[in-house]
C-alpha cells in the first residue's frame, strides 16, 4: 500500500514537472513574440533605461493613440499611480496614489524605476537619492521617480507618433 502511494506522488510529480516545462516553453515563445512585435513597432522606448521590450509592450499596448492624451499631466493620471491625489485632514497635507488609472501601466513604469534604483551609476538612482537629500521618504522618493520615468515614456510614445506620421 505504501508503494502505490509512493508511485502515486511520483506520477503526480512527474507531471506537475511536464506542466511546469510546457508553461516555461509558452512564456519563451510569448518574450519571443514580445520582442518582435516591439522591435517592429518601431518605438524608441527601448532607449530608455530600464525599458525593455516586455516593459515597452505596456505603454504601447495601454496607451494607444498618445494624441488622445493631452500633455504628460494627462499621460500621468491615465497610468494612475504617477499622479498622485492630495488628500488632507487636519491641516496634514497627504499625497496618496490615485486608484483611478491603469494599474498595470502603472506597474510596468514601477518596475522600470527599480531597474534603474538598482544600477548605482543611473541617472534614476541619482534621482532618487537627491530626492532622498530633499527629504522624501523612500516611497515619495519613488515615487517621484516614477513620474519623472512617465514623463520619459510619454516624450517617448509622442517622438514615436510623429515619426510614423
Given amino acids: 500500500m505504501a508503494h502505490e502511494a509512493e508511485t502515486a506522488r511520483r506520477d503526480q510529480a512527474v507531471e506537475v514537472l511536464g506542466d511546469v516545462q510546457r508553461l516555461d516553453e509558452q512564456l519563451k515563445e510569448s518574450h519571443r513574440r514580445i520582442r518582435t512585435a516591439v522591435t517592429a513597432s ?3 522606448l527601448a532607449e530608455l533605461f530600464g525599458v525593455g521590450p516586455i516593459i515597452a509592450c505596456y505603454p504601447i499596448g495601454f496607451t494607444g493613440d498618445i494624441s488622445r492624451l493631452a500633455n504628460r499631466d494627462a499621460y500621468a493620471a491615465y497610468n494612475g499611480g504617477t499622479a498622485p491625489v492630495e ?11 490615485s486608484q483611478r488609472g491603469n ?60 515619426a510614423t506620421r
Avoid: M
Wanted: net charge positive.
Fill in 42 to 44: 518601431g518605438t524608441s
Fill in 87 to 97: 488628500r488632507s485632514s487636519g491641516g496634514r497635507v497627504v499625497h496618496h496614489v
Fill in 103 to 162: 494599474r498595470r501601466l502603472d506597474h510596468a513604469l514601477h518596475l522600470a524605476a527599480i531597474c534603474q534604483i538598482r544600477q548605482p551609476s543611473c541617472d534614476g538612482r541619482v534621482y532618487l537619492e537627491r530626492k532622498l537629500a530633499e527629504g522624501k521618504t523612500k516611497k515619495d522618493a519613488i515615487r517621484s521617480l516614477e513620474r519623472h520615468i512617465s514623463n520619459a515614456v510619454y516624450r517617448q510614445l509622442v517622438i514615436d507618433a510623429a
